[in-house]
Every structure is written in C-alpha cells, then in structure tokens.
C-alpha cells in the first residue's frame, strides 16, 4: 500500500508538522505536500491523519486518560471509529501512532463501511478488553446514516444482553454528539470529538498495542 520508510514520506510528514506549526490549514497543507512529494493517497492520509501541530498534539495528549479511569464510569464508544480502526487491524493493514498520541487508520472506509465476519471479532476484543476495567454502563453509538447500523446496533444490543452487560447500543444522527453528551469517558480518535471532549480514551488503540503493534507505523517519532 505504502513504503512507509519512504524518504519522501519521512520529509514529508516533517514538512506537514512544520506548516501546521505556522498555522496553515490542514486539508491545504495536506494537498501542498502530498503534491510536492507525489505521495499517494494513503501516503496523504497519513499526512492529513497522523500529523499535527505541538500545540494541538500536546492539547489532545492531556485529555487521553488511562485504563484505571474506566472504572465506575460511563464509557461512550464512537462505535463506527472504533470497530473500523479494529477491523483494519484484523485485516493486516497499516495504522499510525500519530503525533496526539492517537491510533488511527488510513483505509477511509467510514462512508462505506459494511459489517463482515471481522465486526463482530472485533466487537468481541472491544468487550474482552473494556470489561477488565469495571466501567458501570457501555454505550455504543452508531451513525444510523451509514448502511446497516440498524441491524449492528440489534445485534450488539443482543450480545450486552446474553453476557449480562450493563449498557446498551443505539443509532443516533450524529454519533459525535451523543458520545459527548452521555459519556464520562469517550473512546474514539475522532479529532472533532477529541477538541471537544474533557476525558478521552484510545480504545481501539489500546488494543492494538497490546495485540497488533506490527501493524503501527509511528509518525510520532519522526523528527
């Protein structure tokens, strides 16, 4: 998909950084090198995704909490967010740790997501991680714009209620503000969520770490 040790990648990413420390705005910043370095369109992903000023990448850090925080809270999941940037690991594909500290893909599969075989699994690692920690109720929201969320939502519900868990999932508009409204602690990589949110969790990447770190790419460390 990309040579991530790609010199022109590594330069470029420093370019990124250095503009948006000055201030240029993102998408424009993002077209002006991927152009400069002819990176592909993952190559502008990781630009676009995994790069960010000092003062928004430090700004984003202080709102990640750790797994102890989970506990006796109500955990908000981005589900969309979370279950594609899973299934992206359960596909062998590439992630970056971005420069937020943040774990994210680059398959921009959002508006075109269908569940497979993989949703549930990774469901599952989303269940068999986020319990250890004792939260008091999971909601999990799902944009009900994309196709089939309706009948993912039924199905999860149907799993919290076969393992007695305490929490439930719905289909909402606007996933972003839902999580930012029910939850104490928010779990997703959604930037928009993220400048808005006082306590942030990276759930999905939490779990790659753990299970996937040869799937990472870290634009963090390349200075």
């Known amino acids: 998909m990309i040579n991530t040790k790609s010199y022109d990648l590594r330069n470029a ?25 002819s990176l592909t369109k993952y190559g502008r992903a990781i630009l676009y995704r995994g790069v960010f000023s000092e003062k928004q990448a430090v700004s984003h850090l202080h709102k990640l909490v750790c797994t102890k925080d989970l506990d006796n809270k109500i955990v908000a999941i981005d589900g969309f967010n979370v279950l594609i940037t899973l299934e992206t690991a359960l596909n062998n594909k590439l992630l970056i740790r971005c420069d937020d500290g943040f774990i994210r893909d680059v398959s921009a599969v959002f508006g075109n997501f269908k569940p497979s075989k993989n949703t549930i699994n990774a469901l599952k690692l989303i269940l068999d991680f986020i319990l250890n920690y004792h939260p008091t109720r999971i909601l999990l929201f799902l944009d009900s714009p994309i196709s089939y969320s309706g009948e993912l939502a039924l199905k999860i519900r149907n799993i919290f209620k076969r393992k007695g868990i305490a929490g439930t999932a ?3 508009k606007r996933g972003d503000v839902e999580v930012l409204l029910k939850g104490d602690v928010i779990a997703s990589s959604d930037s928009i969520i993220i400048e808005r949110a006082k306590a942030m969790f990276d759930l999905a990447g939490q779990i790659i770490e753990q299970k996937y770190p040869q799937l990472i790419f870290d634009v963090k460390s390349i200075r």
């Open 13 to 37: 990413i420093i370019d990124m950084r250095y503009l948006l420390n000055r201030g240029y705005n993102r998408k424009s910043a993002a077209d002006y090198v991927a152009s400069r370095y």
């Open 170 to 172: 719905k289909t909402v």
